[in-house]
C-alpha cells in the first residue's frame, strides 16, 4: 500500500518556541539559538490518491522548505508511540468527506534547532526530554519510514512487575526511579496515591508495555 508524508504549518506559536528554549536553559549548558517546528502529516493510502485533494483536506500547502531550513540545524522527528486521538478523528473525517482511499493518518513534528555555535549540536542529549513527552511519543534524527515505524502494528507486549514494596530504597525512590527510566511523567502526588492504593490492595503494580500503571 502506499504512503505520504506531507510537510503542514508550523507547530510552535512564538511563545511555544520560548518555552522549550527555557526549558532547555534549564537543563542544559546548550547554546541554542532558536526552535521551529512543523507538522507532519503520515498518510497510508489503500491506493494512489489525488495528493491535492488530501492537502486541501488537511489544510496545508506546499512548504517543503521547511525541509530544508537553516543550514546547520539539527532536525528532531517526532512521533506518536500509538494511534493518537487526532488520528482516530481526522481519519474517520476524512472517510465521511469523500477519501475513502485514507486508510489512516497520522500527524508528528518536525522540530528544527538552530545552535549559536558548532559545540551545541554534541549537548543535544541533555535536553532531548523536553522536545517530547517520552510516555506518549517517540524521536528519531532520520524520517521515520511510515510502514515501518508509524502504521507498523506490534505485538502486545507482556505485564510488568514492579515490585516497589521490596525495593530497598523504600517504594517511593523505587516508583520515582521507575517512572524517570520509562518516562511515565508521574508527579510526587500521583507517586503518593499510587503507593497509597497498592498498599491498600496488598498487591505490587504492574506496568503494560511499560506505558501505564494497571490497578
Given at each position: 500500500?502506499?504512503?505520504?508524508?506531507?510537510?503542514?504549518?508550523?507547530?510552535?506559536?512564538?511563545?511555544q518556541s520560548q518555552k522549550l528554549l527555557d526549558g532547555i536553559a534549564k537543563v542544559s549548558q546548550a547554546k541554542?539559538?532558536?526552535?521551529?517546528?512543523?507538522?507532519?502529516?503520515?498518510?497510508h493510502l489503500s491506493n494512489t490518491a489525488d495528493i491535492s485533494e488530501i492537502k486541501a483536506f488537511l489544510g496545508i500547502s506546499d512548504l517543503d522548505e521547511a525541509l530544508r531550513g537553516v543550514i546547520g540545524a539539527k532536525d528532531v522527528y517526532i512521533t506518536p508511540r500509538t494511534m493518537s486521538p487526532w488520528s482516530s478523528q481526522a481519519t474517520a473525517i476524512a472517510q465521511v468527506c469523500g477519501l475513502p482511499n485514507v486508510v489512516r493518518v497520522e500527524r508528528g513534528r518536525l522540530v528544527k534547532i538552530e545552535f549559536d555555535s558548532e559545540s551545541g549540536d554534541k549537548e543535544f542529549s541533555s535536553f532531548i526530554n523536553v522536545l517530547y513527552d517520552r510516555m506518549t511519543e517517540t524521536y528519531s534524527a532520520t524520517q521515520p519510514h511510515p510502514e515501518n515505524t508509524v502504521f507498523a502494528e506490534s505485538t502486545r507486549g507482556p505485564l510488568v512487575v514492579v515490585d516497589i514494596f521490596a525495593?530497598?530504597?523504600?517504594?517511593?525512590?523505587?516508583?520515582?526511579?521507575?517512572?524517570?527510566?520509562?518516562?511515565?511523567?508521574?508527579?510526587?502526588?500521583?507517586?503518593?496515591?499510587?503507593i497509597e492504593v497498592f498498599q491498600d490492595l496488598g498487591r505490587r503494580p504492574t506496568i503494560?508495555?511499560?506505558?501505564?500503571?494497571?490497578k
Open positions: 500500500m502506499p504512503y505520504e508524508i506531507l510537510v503542514g504549518q508550523p507547530c510552535f506559536a512564538a511563545w541554542v539559538k532558536s526552535i521551529t517546528g512543523f507538522w507532519l502529516y503520515y498518510i525495593d530497598s530504597r523504600g517504594p517511593i525512590t523505587a516508583l520515582t526511579e521507575y517512572s524517570k527510566e520509562n518516562g511515565l511523567g508521574l508527579d510526587d502526588s500521583e507517586i503518593q496515591y499510587l503494560l508495555n511499560c506505558s501505564c500503571l494497571a
